[in-house]
Nanobody, 122 residues
Framework: VQLQAFGGGSVQAGDSLRLSCTASGRIFRGYSLGWFRQAPGKAREFVAASTWSGSAINYADSAKGRFALSKDGARNTAYLQMNDLKPEDTGVYYC????????????????WGQGTLVTVSS
């Protein structure tokens, strides 16, 4: 599976963005797709992840209530809807796939896409 993330941009605090992650190759229901972000000068951190079937979903505390995962199976695309964005949400966002359906917060994903930059101004 190869992943491609896009949809980043520069927005104001309080705005919304929807990131997309398109997968090439077959996605099995047991796979999971996750989102991580890396702010300048900081370590990469977990944002959210879900199995492709939706049976398991996990959000970082910073994402709960503001971010939401969804997917379009026909397009092999997963989405991260981000609402009420804050300056601390700024960073490069990566999507990743786990062939084992991992949705945890650690860096145990198998395949990573290129990042897409999100910049939130106050």
């Amino acid at each position: 599976v190869q992943l491609q993330a896009f949809g980043g941009g520069s927005v104001q605090a309080g705005d919304s963005l929807r990131l997309s992650c398109t997968a090439s190759g077959r996605i099995f229901r047991g796979y999971s797709l996750g989102w991580f972000r890396q702010a300048p000068g900081k370590a990469r951190e977990f944002v959210a992840a879900s199995t492709w079937s939706g049976s398991a979903i996990n959000y970082a505390d910073s994402a709960k209530g503001r971010f939401a995962l969804s997917k379009d199976g026909a397009r092999n695309t997963a989405y991260l809807q981000m609402n009420d964005l804050k300056p601390e949400d700024t960073g490069v966002y990566y999507c990743a796939a786990s062939y084992a359906g991992y949705v945890g917060e650690h860096d145990k994903f198998d395949t990573w896409g290129q990042g897409t930059l999100v910049t939130v101004s106050s």
